[in-house]
């Protein structure tokens, strides 16, 4: 007879990073994060209960016959992420975006038929829109976006982390543990998280200003500790942690990102800005600067406005930030071409 001794958990990880529950087998693109949602809804009563009741306004519970669909395509309607239907009372349907970007009114208008089609007298009808947008900024940018019968709410994974650590609170058992876990799964930040928490982002700082602006760029930076880029496209989705200001042909400062927030107005931040609407951006306050002792050259792979990732202790200690992205690279058993430095 073998005996087997009762022992913790054992460590896993996959891909340099710690694996504690079965959410972390997904990932955090787009669809991982969908899918973990779904899962625990479908797993965590008290979880599902008031995320209901925050789409329904307080009018819907979940109930025994409640169904939760992912992934569900339909002809010229798109395809809705998660759909929750409570027979007769509700259908809410959520569109679940990583970023702070929030989805375009024609990408939205594809589900309104599938709302509307809903069967009940009574029955709510509750596009959720789940981003990485604050409650301010999502609400600023969904003024005007309504159709007759169907009522558009926001919610942040920040928000969802936060309810799903509360629901923990309130239950036992499986339902406890798969709300935990969710809370933990949403709280880890990969960008921030393990060897990548000391990455920065290094930029090139224009000379002279915007037309219409009485500050100028570096001003910006070196006397208002700030700085600002447009979300998304070829930028980072979610801001880094240092970021680092290269012109004349070095590096200049790097600075650790204290905060940052949302914004599609301008002057609202800087007075001596042109009062105009832009696309969303995201504005960093900056913390102090760090210099390294000796000038940081670009190096031959850094080229006019290029933006690389540099791990902070290569630029503290390379000559160049080229060979600071060549040592970043090797850490991260990234490819580059050889040429690099």
């Known amino acids: 007879m073998y005996q087997i001794s009762v022992m913790p ?10 694996v504690r529950s079965v959410f972390d087998l997904l990932g955090t693109l787009e669809t991982d994060m969908t899918a973990a949602l779904g899962y625990a809804i479908a797993r ?12 329904t306004e307080g009018s819907v519970s979940i109930t025994v016959d409640t169904a939760i669909t992912l992934e569900l395509s339909r002809q010229g309607e798109g395809r809705t992420d998660i759909e929750i239907a409570v027979p007769g009372r509700a259908l809410v349907v959520i569109e679940a975006k990583r970023g702070i970007k929030l989805p375009t009114r024609e990408q939205l208008q594809l589900y309104i038929p599938r709302l509307q089609r809903a069967k009940g007298v009574d029955v709510r009808r509750t596009l959720l829109l789940v981003t990485a947008a604050s409650p301010s900024f999502a609400h600023s940018q969904l003024r005007g976006v309504d159709w007759p019968g169907v009522t558009v709410v926001h919610i942040s994974w920040a928000e969802l982390a936060e309810i799903a ?7 036992r058992g499986h339902h406890q543990r798969v709300a935990k876990e969710y809370a933990q799964y949403l709280s880890r930040d990969d960008d921030m998280g393990g060897q990548r928490s000391n990455m920065v982002y290094v930029v090139a700082l224009a000379s002279g ?3 219409g602006w009485g ?46 927030n949302e914004f599609t107005r301008p002057h609202d931040l800087f007075p001596a800005a042109a009062d105009e609407e832009w696309e969303p951006h995201y504005c960093l306050t900056l913390g102090p600067p760090m210099r390294p002792v000796q000038p940081v050259r670009a190096g031959a792979s850094i080229q006019r406005a290029a933006r690389v990732w540099c791990m902070l202790d290569t630029l503290l200690t390379s000559a160049t930030i080229s060979e600071a992205l060549y040592e970043t690279k090797r850490r991260l058993n990234e490819s580059m071409p050889s040429a690099a430095v």
């Not at 958990?9 to 710690?18: E, F, I, Q, S, Y």
């Not at 965590?44 to 789409?55: D, G, H, I, N, Y």
């Not at 760029?217 to 006397?223: E, M, S």
């Open 165 to 171: 650590h509360n629901s923990a609170r309130t239950i």
């Open 209 to 211: 200003h915007r037309e």
């Open 215 to 260: 500050l100028s760029w570096k001003d910006i930076v070196r006397q208002h500790s700030r700085y600002f880029y447009p979300i998304g496209k070829t930028w980072p989705e979610t801001p880094p942690n240092y970021i680092a200001f290269r012109y004349g042909g070095q590096l200049q400062s790097i600075h650790h990102v204290d905060s940052y």
């Open 9 to 18: 958990d054992l460590r896993l990880t996959r891909n340099g990073a710690d």
């Open 44 to 55: 965590s009563s008290s979880f599902a209960e008031t995320v209901m009741l925050r789409a």
